[in-house]
């Protein structure tokens, strides 16, 4: 029998309270089913409209709640900014899930979660004007992150990552982190957006400013890239919005065995040059239609 792989304090660090290290919530208290959201104040909405709370705990920009909704048990948290720290919170929920905390191995029988992430974005086409909902069937990380997990090649779409890198122009130093493409679980997919969102294909990007093509007082390297990107597509699929999480949630799901996918509200149309600053009221229709669904 093949000896189980051991965590060590230093891989997996879990505090005194028996919580994990960042997220600061116990195995106990994560549900089957969660909702997570850049800010944390969304949580906070969502768990609104909770029937009872279970718990809550926040740390730093993460702020969870779990509870139920209609019967269903389930978490809310917020991951705050970047796939850089949707490493983090997906590694930590998988661990909370799928890794024993007394014995710092993995579990016999593994638990697959339902993601949903629920977040704001830019749209990049005619059909996304401000307040369109967008259910992300595919997402092209611009972060680099699934770059260093083995198993990506097996888990990203291969042949669309090289048309889109072509089509950019962007081979040598031009970009530093190469692209890679994943699609949403399907399944979650279909169920989440059914007809009321707009299929499409989303960037992440590695940041709010130049990597989406914002200029202020410094110069972009390429000034045509949103021009490139609004232009781009590849057997029907064009590219509908930024934002800067779907992809390393995507996965890192689909590499731990767990079900995600994202959907967002567009509050700025980089196109028509509008944005809309008081979205916050109107976003609560998105998250009540997840909470139905999820």
């Not at 590499?255 to 967002?264: D, F, N, R, S, V």
Request: negative net charge; proline residues 3%.
């Amino acid at each position: 029998m093949r000896e189980k792989k051991y965590f060590a304090p230093s891989e997996l660090i879990i505090n005194e309270d028996g919580s994990v290290f960042h997220l600061h919530v116990k195995p106990e208290q994560l549900a089957d089913k969660v909702i997570l959201c850049g800010d944390p104040g969304r949580v906070t909405i969502v768990a609104s409209n909770f029937d009872e709370i279970e718990c809550e705990v926040n740390s730093r920009e993460f702020h969870t709640v779990t509870g139920t909704y209609k019967g269903k048990r389930i978490t809310a948290l917020s991951t705050g900014i970047g796939c850089d720290n949707i490493d983090i919170v997906m590694n930590e929920l998988d661990a909370l899930a799928n890794i024993d905390f007394k014995t710092r191995t993995a579990k016999d029988r593994l638990r697959s979660l339902e993601l949903v992430r629920i977040g704001t974005c830019g749209g990049l086409q005619p059909n996304t004007p401000v307040g369109t909902y967008i259910a992300s069937d595919k997402s092209i990380g611009l972060d680099g992150l699934l770059n260093f997990y083995a198993g990506r090649n097996e888990v990203c779409d291969l042949k669309f990552e090289q048309a889109f890198v072509e089509f950019m122009g962007w081979e040598g130093n031009v970009c530093q982190a190469h692209p890679y493409v994943i699609d949403a679980n399907k399944e979650l997919l279909n169920r989440i957006a059914n007809e009321n969102m707009v299929h499409g294909v989303t960037i992440a990007a590695n940041g709010f400013f130049g990597p989406q093509g914002r200029e202020l007082r410094i110069p972009l390297a390429d000034p045509e890239q949103n021009k490139k990107i609004e232009n781009f597509e590849y057997e029907g699929y064009r590219i509908t919005n930024f934002e800067m999480e779907s992809s390393a949630l995507a996965g890192l799901a689909k590499l731990m065995g767990h079900k995600a996918m994202t959907c967002c509200m567009v509050i700025a149309n980089r196109l028509a040059k509008e944005a809309n600053t008081g979205y916050k009221n109107s976003i609560e229709e998105l998250i009540k239609l997840v909470l139905d669904r999820i």
